[in-house]
């Protein structure tokens, strides 16, 4: 079946579905898409009518305490309904019964009071445990950022093994644009499917703080039993400790414009030597690509570089017209872009200004912040032909 | 009798004072049954409007990948579908009832400000135009989700100004149309008329113009925050300076949890009246329904944040939140047991609005019952913007305060059409509008378990089924709609129908049913002279 890749047109699906609906909702859950996709270990399967399987101790509680609810909400059911329907079966004027004449029972409504209360707080007594086991986030063995953008998630390795490692992770753009042409191939994770995962070891307690760059996001992974806002100039934090080596998966679950649907979250969970092995590789590769502070950089290359500087990390705001918008400064024909000396858009970028409506970006490499100003410098109508080098950073920061 | 009409022997029409005809009774109507027509007209274009934004999303989540909307217009349908269906359709609805009923029902002439009446009403017409327009502005309307949350709300187009302009004014219609309706309701109750005889549906809306009149301007202030933030340079919300977006849904849950009451309390009203008139039998606990009534309200000021259990609460907020929204289930179990021992032993007919009671009363306990599952935090933490909270408002929504609507419209529409509904017609709206309702919602339970998030243009392959199945559902229950307008409620205006006795329903009591069908248009201009239980007229 994985192999068996079936290309549905539109029309024709539809016409399919149109019809299996006409013979009946059961015919119809045997036949379509579906049929072709398989279930997704660690993601959703296939008309799935549960919760995920649960691979951390949290999700295993939630788990259990959906389970109970169910239980509970179908007693209360049967007993509350079976009550009902039997008066609505009997208590018929067609079958000739004559109304009764009962009303107002003081103790009949302490009774129907009491009794429901003492349920409801035993449901949040069943949970109270779970709710202080998920919030403590201390003494973890790992902690990552995942900052969440318009629409990407950013992860770096803050404290831990692989300290240091930061990396993007988005969404597969084939799968984006198979989305847009509204023709599937059945495709098992389909819109799940991003170019860099975020990697964690087994049986360690992996510490997640959140945050975003833009709007309020979300950082949600049903096996894993966490979801937690990214909060644009906040920090909050969850964790999980996964007892299984997998591949799970989540998306973004809180609206955040236009690609919400396209940021999926993948966390690939490996043994504590994989995890090793991949920790020390991630880092080598970003020792390799760092950049030399003094080296000298061509024009081209820097606007190469800056444009790319400029999407991540300025476009939210200043916008790719460089135009700004509301309260927000254009950059295009802006003079302190413009001006010959430097120095002051070098500052700008280095202390904010404003009170912080523009942020210090002093956590950018010199290289970066020398790219991302020449690619200003240069950029919509704004032709000056300067090249700010990294080494006028350097010394700026002085 | 003559205290019900005013002149006897005079036809009510040519009232010394006249009555204005054409479009300036419309445009100029003062009267409350005029402005009630007027409300519940304008809600159900509105509920066909919404309707049809509904129906948009569902043919795109027809099946994976886009076919139909791109993403940026599913976010605008989705947000529009919301307001309009909360702000344009179920709250004008009931204020619709207000005015039809309350004065009829408390044995007073007319609303209290009849003039004030007008305005509420005439407020509403050009916010909705303002707001559907917002489709036409550049960058189409606002796509935030109707909760419009910052700072999202920042990155959208004029829209959303025009968005947050018409929401002033239905908010200012809402106020006033409280105000008007506790005046109403505490000033002008015929002699004999005390409080506690008074009929539930009053008593539910009373508690409710409260609600709106605590909350509104509470909204008001959130989204005008949004605005200064957006064009005056603020940063209320804006983290870029230093403004907090969890401040934000703090602001607009402390008025959206009191609001959800809002569109349910009078509903509950409404089945308190069906359930006692069709099972033959007072209703069991009048006293303790008022009581159950208030402690909804009071407690709705106090669960808020369980919207926000997934925006990193402190753990004693979390159990906070938790214990209080799990308490809402015992002031809401005590109406259920009530409405269910009212029903046991008694003499039952089922009429279309006892269908619908009974459907209301077990669709919207399925409600109950995911609402205490998504209180408990760490389920929360799994189900939380997943379509099970779809499926769960949609419950108490539409199976909830829709069906009670209906529920009085079959009810109460032969006092005001003046003819009696097609029993077989009805009966065919309830139950396809039943069948559909659960084939188009129940899957959406699984879907949300499974972890599809809510507010997706597109989604993995694995959720293909059931949204198949839902989006045949919403079609079959749109379609329902339609036949309701079309083959129940134009008869009815048309007065096509068997004429309707004054009291079309055997057991049903109130002073309602104590004046001619139709209901005059002038009604109760002196004051009547009540039984004991103020239930009947008796000179």
């Not at chain 1, 690939?268 to 950049?291: F, I, N, P, R």
């Not at chain 1, 872009?337 to 970028?349: E, N, R, S, Y």
């Not at chain 2, 302009?165 to 002699?191: E, K």
């Not at chain 2, 134009?490 to 049913?513: D, I, N, T, V």
Request: with cysteine; charged share 15%.
């Amino acid at each position: 079946m994985k192999t068996m890749k079936m290309t549905l047109e539109m029309t024709s699906a539809l016409r399919h579905r149109l019809g299996a609906a006409a013979l009946g909702l059961g015919v119809m859950l045997s036949c379509g898409l579906a049929h072709a996709v398989n279930n997704l270990p660690g993601g959703p399967a296939v008309n799935q009518i549960d919760l995920h399987p649960p691979v951390t101790k949290i999700a295993e509680q939630q788990q259990w305490l959906h389970n109970v609810m169910l239980v509970v909400c179908l007693l209360i059911f049967i007993a509350v309904f079976g009550v009902m329907f039997y008066s609505i079966l009997r208590h018929r004027k067609s079958l000739g019964h004559k109304p009764a004449n009962f009303h107002e029972s003081v103790a009949v409504e302490i009774a129907w009071t009491i009794v429901p209360f003492v349920i409801v707080i035993g449901m949040g007594a069943m949970a109270t445990r779970t709710v202080v086991a998920m919030k403590d986030t201390s003494n973890a063995d790992l902690t990552i950022k995942a900052t969440g953008q318009q629409w990407k998630w950013g992860y770096e390795y803050l404290k831990g093994e692989g300290e240091g490692v930061g990396f993007y992770s988005t969404l597969d753009v084939t799968q984006r644009q198979m989305s847009d042409s509204g023709k599937l191939v059945a495709t098992d994770n389909y819109l799940l499917k991003v170019d860099n995962p975020l990697v964690v070891p087994v049986d360690r307690k992996v510490r997640i703080i959140t945050t975003a760059g833009d709007v309020i996001h979300a950082f949600a992974v049903p096996s894993l039993g966490v979801q937690q806002d990214a909060i644009p100039g906040f920090v909050r934090d969850t964790w999980f400790r996964a007892e299984k080596v997998g591949d799970y998966y989540g998306q973004c679950a809180k609206l955040c414009g236009k690609e919400h649907a396209y940021m999926p979250i993948h966390v690939k969970v490996v043994s504590q030597a994989d995890y090793t092995k991949w920790a020390d590789g991630k880092k080598k590769e970003l020792l390799a690509a760092a950049d030399d502070p003094t080296k000298e950089w061509k024009l081209e290359e820097l606007l190469a570089r800056g444009e790319q500087v400029y999407k991540g990390n300025c476009a939210a705001c200043h916008q790719a017209s460089g135009k700004g918008a509301g309260p927000i400064k254009p950059l295009d024909g802006a003079a302190v872009v413009l001006d010959a000396d430097h120095t002051k858009q070098i500052m700008v970028l280095l202390n904010g200004q404003n009170n912080g409506a523009m942020p210090s970006w002093k956590a950018l490499s010199d290289t970066e912040i020398a790219a991302v100003i020449t690619y200003t410098k240069n950029n919509w109508s704004n032709k000056t032909g300067q090249a700010v080098q990294p080494s006028e950073v350097v010394a700026a920061r002085k | 009798m003559s205290a019900v009409l005013d002149h006897p022997g005079h036809h009510t029409d040519d009232h010394d004072h006249g009555h204005p005809h054409g479009w300036r009774r419309w445009l100029f109507a003062t009267n409350h049954k005029d402005i009630g027509t007027m409300y519940l007209l304008f809600s159900f274009a509105m509920f066909i409007a919404g309707g049809i934004m509904a129906l948009v999303i569902r043919a795109e989540l027809f099946q994976p990948g886009l076919q139909f909307v791109n993403p940026e217009l599913f976010n605008q349908l989705t947000t529009m579908h919301g307001l309009i269906m909360v702000f344009g359709a179920i709250m004008p609805a009931f204020v619709g009832f207000a005015n039809w009923m309350i004065p009829l029902q408390i044995g007073a002439a007319d609303m209290a400000f009849a003039r004030m009446n007008n305005l509420s009403f005439w407020l509403l017409v050009p916010a909705a135009a303002m707001l559907l327009s917002s489709f036409l502005l550049p960058g189409g309307a606002p796509a935030t989700g109707w909760t419009l949350y910052a700072p999202l709300t920042l990155q959208m187009g004029p829209s959303m100004d025009a968005g947050i302009f018409a929401m002033h004014i239905m908010g200012a219609s809402s106020i006033m149309g409280s105000i008007n309706i506790i005046v109403t309701v505490l000033n002008m109750r015929a002699p004999g008329m005390t409080l506690m005889k008074m009929p539930l549906f009053s008593w539910t809306w009373l508690i409710t113009a409260f609600l709106l009149i605590a909350v509104m301007p509470v909204l008001a202030g959130a989204i005008t925050m949004t605005l200064t933030d957006r064009h005056f340079g603020t940063s209320f919300f804006n983290p870029a300076g230093g403004g907090d977006p969890v401040m934000y849904q703090h602001i607009f849950w402390f008025f959206g949890h009191p609001e959800v009451y809002i569109m349910i309390l009078p509903a509950f009203g409404i089945v308190s009246a069906i359930i006692p008139a069709f099972a033959r039998k007072r209703l069991f606990g009048y006293t303790s329904m008022v009581y159950a009534t208030s402690s909804i309200a009071v407690l709705s000021f106090i669960v808020w944040a369980h919207h926000m259990f997934t925006s990193g609460m402190p753990v004693t907020g979390q159990l906070f939140f938790m214990y209080a929204t799990m308490l809402i289930a015992v002031p809401t179990g005590v109406k259920i047991f009530n409405w269910i021992a009212t029903m046991w032993k008694g003499s039952m007919t089922f009429e279309t609005p006892m269908l619908f009671a009974i459907g209301f009363i077990f669709v919207f306990t399925m409600g109950g019952f995911t609402g205490l599952i998504l209180a408990m935090a760490p389920i929360d933490i799994q189900l939380h913007d997943t379509y099970y909270v779809v499926a769960h408002f949609h419950y108490v929504l539409v199976a909830g305060s829709l069906y009670a609507m209906f529920a009085g419209y079959y009810y109460w529409s032969p006092k005001w059409t003046g003819v009696m509904y097609s029993e077989t017609r009805g009966k065919i709206h309830f139950w396809g509008s039943l069948i559909f309702f659960n084939v188009t919602f129940f899957p959406m339970h699984f879907l949300g378990l499974a972890g599809m998030p809510r507010r997706y243009a597109d989604y993995p392959m694995q959720f293909t089924d059931f949204n198949a199945i839902a989006s045949v559902g919403a079609f079959g229950f749109g379609l329902m709609q339609v036949y309701f307008f079309a083959f129940v409620v134009w008869p009815a205006m048309r007065g096509q129908g068997a004429p309707a006795p004054q009291k079309p329903w055997e057991a049903a009591e109130g002073l309602e049913w104590e004046v001619p069908s139709p209901a005059p248009w002038h009604t109760f201009e002196t004051p009547p002279k009540l039984d004991v239980t103020a239930t009947r007229v008796i000179g």
